[in-house]
């Protein structure tokens, strides 16, 4: 399958070498607006630039498509290349409304193809063997999950990302990003935990504050989360936590045990399953080098080859996003909000 990048900003190296790393991809042309780091990531790995979106939309080569634009152009890129009949894969978040993630799906869906978001950290390996023992029964039922994710994010950070590679003011806007650290970050951890426990989100409480970073959107937050079935679940999350560069705590319980992902990871198991020893707390050791941005394209390029949807589809997308922006709402207004409303971001 030949990819093409649409967008050459911050994460384009990072997806450029995983599909160079893939098994069943090859790189493909790289697109950007601006001309410098389209051509800069195209010397880098030998590749074809363009700063023309139907350049790559015309190339009957391409296969799929992805879209790293800023967020609030998810949708129009994605429903123009769905409409070219190129496979879209959308770096997350799916979009920044639940009305351009419905257009987004039911684009690929009249087109006959495939909508992904690039949540990757499915396939690190702590994250995989983490399901395995879920799935294995080692926790029993998932009664509660934590997540904690601590960073700074300097002031160059909203004019430039962390690289550099193109100067843009869209990632402190709520109208351009759709909101700050829980919809830039934390929605991969969102993914993996509904990945790992198989838990439905059903409502969600919220406050935010933008405490001191010189942009609109939330730099601190917590969420309260209720799941179907009883379950609960919290976020705390900051982009002002000074000294930190990318720092999580992320727990999981249940009736028969607790699992540690993050930062050391461990498992306390009342049964006796996967080779674990009962009622003591044990690390989890011997886990592989992740390659899971290889990993995503490759199962990406085998559910397409096969006919079947991609481990990530674009209703898992929007699940993830009606979460983020439940949450959100829920700060805004200071009510708990049920799930199956048509949130969206503030204002």
Same mark, same amino acid.
């Given at each position: 399958?030949?990819?093409?990048?649409? /967008?050459?900003?911050?994460?384009?190296?990072?997806?450029?070498?995983?599909?160079?790393?893939?098994?069943?991809?090859?790189?493909?042309?790289?697109?950007?607006?601006?001309?410098? *780091?389209?051509?800069?990531?195209?010397?880098?790995?030998?590749?074809?630039?363009?700063?023309?979106?139907? +350049?790559? =939309?015309?190339?009957?080569?391409?296969?799929?498509?992805?879209?790293?634009?800023?967020?609030?152009?998810?949708?129009?890129?994605?429903?123009?290349?769905?409409?070219?009949?190129?496979? @879209?894969?959308?770096?997350? *978040?799916?979009?920044?409304?639940?009305?351009?993630?419905?257009?987004?799906?039911?684009?690929?869906?009249?087109?006959?193809?495939?909508?992904?978001?690039?949540?990757?950290?499915?396939?690190?390996?702590?994250?995989?063997?983490?399901?395995?023992? @879920?799935?294995?029964?080692?926790?029993?039922?998932?009664? &509660?999950?934590?997540?904690?994710?601590?960073?700074?994010? *300097?002031?160059?950070?909203?004019?430039?990302?962390?690289? &550099?590679?193109?100067?843009?003011?869209?990632?402190?806007?709520?109208?351009?990003?759709?909101?700050? @650290?829980?919809?830039?970050?934390?929605?991969?951890?969102?993914?993996?935990?509904?990945?790992?426990?198989?838990?439905?989100?059903?409502?969600?409480?919220?406050?935010?504050?933008?405490?001191?970073?010189?942009?609109?959107?939330?730099?601190?937050?917590?969420?309260?989360?209720?799941?179907?079935?009883?379950?609960? /679940?919290?976020?705390?999350?900051?982009?002002?936590?000074?000294? +930190? $560069?990318?720092?999580?705590?992320?727990?999981?319980?249940?009736?028969?045990?607790?699992?540690?992902?993050?930062?050391?990871? $461990?498992?306390?198991?009342?049964?006796?399953?996967?080779?674990?020893?009962?009622?003591?707390?044990?690390?989890?050791?011997?886990?592989?080098?992740?390659?899971?941005?290889?990993?995503?394209?490759?199962?990406?390029?085998?559910?397409?080859? +096969? &006919?079947? +949807?991609?481990?990530?589809? /674009?209703?898992?997308?929007? $699940?993830?996003?009606?979460?983020?922006?439940?949450?959100?709402?829920?700060?805004?207004?200071? $009510?708990?909000?049920? =799930?199956?409303?048509?949130?969206?971001? *503030?204002?």
């Amino acid at each position: 399958m030949k990819v093409a990048l649409i /967008g050459c900003g911050e994460i384009a190296p990072d997806n450029a070498a995983g599909l160079r790393a893939s098994a069943l991809c090859e790189l493909g042309p790289v697109m950007d607006l601006n001309e410098e *780091p389209a051509a800069s990531l195209a010397r880098q790995f030998g590749v074809h630039h363009t700063t023309s979106l139907d +350049e790559i =939309l015309e190339d009957d080569s391409v296969d799929a498509v992805v879209v790293a634009v800023p967020h609030h152009l998810h949708a129009q890129v994605a429903i123009r290349a769905a409409e070219a009949s190129k496979h @879209v894969i959308v770096e997350k *978040p799916l979009a920044t409304t639940l009305a351009d993630a419905d257009a987004m799906i039911a684009a690929c869906d009249r087109a006959s193809v495939a909508l992904s978001v690039l949540f990757s950290y499915r396939y690190e390996p702590i994250v995989v063997r983490a399901k395995q023992l @879920v799935d294995a029964g080692a926790l029993g039922t998932v009664t &509660g999950t934590h997540i904690q994710f601590m960073t700074e994010k *300097p002031v160059r950070y909203w004019a430039a990302g962390y690289k &550099g590679r193109v100067q843009s003011d869209w990632r402190g806007s709520w109208d351009k990003a759709g909101g700050g @650290v829980l919809i830039m970050n934390v929605c991969h951890m969102l993914d993996y935990f509904s990945f790992i426990t198989g838990l439905e989100p059903s409502h969600v409480y919220s406050t935010f504050s933008t405490a001191f970073s010189p942009v609109e959107v939330e730099d601190s937050i917590s969420v309260t989360i209720g799941y179907s079935g009883g379950a609960v /679940g919290s976020v705390h999350a900051s982009s002002l936590a000074r000294g +930190e $560069r990318w720092r999580s705590d992320e727990r999981i319980w249940g009736t028969h045990g607790s699992i540690q992902l993050s930062p050391d990871p $461990r498992i306390y198991t009342m049964r006796a399953v996967s080779n674990l020893k009962p009622a003591r707390w044990q690390k989890i050791h011997k886990l592989p080098t992740s390659t899971r941005v290889a990993t995503y394209f490759d199962r990406f390029a085998q559910a397409v080859a +096969e &006919g079947e +949807e991609p481990d990530v589809t /674009g209703l898992d997308g929007r $699940r993830n996003l009606e979460l983020i922006l439940g949450a959100y709402e829920a700060a805004r207004t200071g $009510r708990a909000v049920e =799930l199956d409303e048509q949130s969206e971001a *503030p204002d």
